[in-house]
């Protein structure tokens, strides 16, 4: 059976479709696969971490989200889809039945987002794994034969749309802005571009990824990879949390100095000037929470991630939601987070539009799935590229306060672009 994608704007019911979620039994050899070997060359999604979460493969429906109203267009398409298929789940837990995968642009214009609906999906969480398929009546779509990744080859890397001095220079202006009171944080982004010789297998890089970073949620949707460590917001019933990430140091050699790293983490907790970053991050996240939510529980100092190629001040929040909004709600009234963008925020929009020569695309936005009773995972787009048939566009940003300085910006930028680099030329 054939089900054709559902362009933006038009019809969204899955009339006729059921979906169907089923217990995968502990003796099946799937209950014990990693997600990530599961999944097929083609159109697949994904969003793993610590060997839980969902990976999919072919296409029951597709969406495309663009302007301001990207997310509330979002949300009413799902529900509109959601209300034509008929539901059989014997698993019932979040991310069983119809579940979607989104990927959202960092800002209304001139983005594009977009929804997936995979027609196969297999996911775990703790003491369960389960598929859930969407296809007619009579009968269930069947797995497909898997191919071991392909690793990318001839990899060449060209700047991107700003070169080191001119994104420095601008890093300079903004700090300049910064410093006369015009704002409090901007958060600069950059790119790179990688070129391969043939076809790139997403597969390859989302292994390479989960297989460094295991702390972060690895994620694909719609060609946009990547392995994130901030988590925007999780609904599970009523309670909500949500992960801030602002403030970064570089880790030592890959060899790994444990004094050295413990030495710059008591430095970066001690540091005015990312606490400060960080704190506008944390601010701007408990204060859109506030609005849903109430019981908040907000860590007055941060602690310190450690992934291997940096260390990041962070802070875990939660709350108890107040008003039944789903995570797709949550994650449209959390973006943009002063951890993307800055403070106040429209005037940190308007910096970025003006600084970085660049449309961020999905970079910098939510990234994640929901279910059709609103619990689901977002991620923010960070550690990222845009895969095209033989070329990447890879992404690092860097929030600019009072006493940042183009060189430590330049340098915190390359840490964060080392996650892709390492994944697409990974050491032998």
């Known amino acids: 059976m054939r089900v054709q994608p559902i362009p933006s704007g038009g019809a969204a019911r899955a009339a006729g479709l059921v979906v169907r979620t089923r217990r995968i039994p502990e003796t099946d050899a799937m209950a014990t696969t990693r997600l990530l070997e599961l999944l097929p060359a083609g159109d697949t999604v994904a969003w793993v971490r610590g060997g839980q979460g969902l990976v999919g493969w072919g296409e029951a429906a597709r969406a495309v989200f663009r302007g301001p109203e990207r997310f509330s267009r979002a949300m009413s398409w799902w529900q509109e889809w959601i209300a034509g298929a008929e539901v059989r789940d ?67 890397w060209r700047e991107g749309t700003l070169s080191e001095d001119d994104w420095g220079r601008a890093v300079s202006r903004i700090v300049a802005r910064i410093e006369a009171g015009e704002l409090d944080k901007a958060v600069l982004a950059r790119d790179l571009v990688a070129e391969v010789e043939g076809p790139l297998d997403e597969r390859f890089l989302l292994e390479q990824l989960h297989l460094d970073y295991p702390q972060c949620w690895t994620f694909q949707v719609g060609g946009l990879v990547g392995a994130t460590p901030e988590l925007l917001v999780r609904r599970e019933g009523s309670r909500v949390t949500s992960r801030v990430l602002a403030g970064t140091v570089r880790r030592s050699a890959p060899t790994g100095d444990a004094w050295a790293d413990d030495a710059a983490a008591a430095a970066l907790l001690a540091s005015d000037k990312d606490l400060n970053e960080h704190a506008y991050a944390v601010a701007s996240v408990a204060d859109s929470l ?6 908040l529980v907000v860590p007055t100092r ?47 929009l308007a910096v970025i539009r003006s600084s970085e020569g660049m449309d961020r695309g999905r970079y910098g936005g939510p990234v ?40 430590a910006e330049l340098a915190e930028s390359a840490a964060k672009f080392a996650a892709m680099r390492s994944a697409l030329s990974p050491a032998p």
Do not use: K, Y
């Open 368 to 407: 994640g799935w929901f279910d059709m009773h609103g619990d689901g995972e977002f991620g923010i787009a960070l550690r990222c590229g845009e895969v095209g048939r033989n070329r990447v566009r890879i992404f690092a940003g860097c929030g600019l306060v009072a006493g940042s300085t183009p060189e």
């Open 290 to 295: 506030a609005t849903h939510c109430t019981d």
């Open 90 to 156: 014997e698993v019932r837990v979040p991310g069983t039945g119809p579940v979607a995968l989104g990927s959202f642009a960092f800002d209304q214009d001139p983005g594009t987002s977009l929804v997936i609906v995979p027609r196969v999906l297999v996911g775990r969480r703790p003491g369960v794994t389960w598929m859930t398929t969407i296809g007619g009546p009579d009968g269930e779509a069947a797995l497909p034969e898997r191919s071991a990744p392909q690793p990318p080859s001839g990899v060449v």
């Open 302 to 348: 941060p602690g310190v991630l450690r992934l291997a190629n940096v260390q990041h001040l962070v802070t875990d929040i939660s709350a108890t939601l107040a008003d039944g909004g789903s995570a797709l709600a949550l994650a449209a009234a959390l973006h943009p987070t002063a951890a993307v963008c800055g403070t106040p925020t429209e005037r940190a």
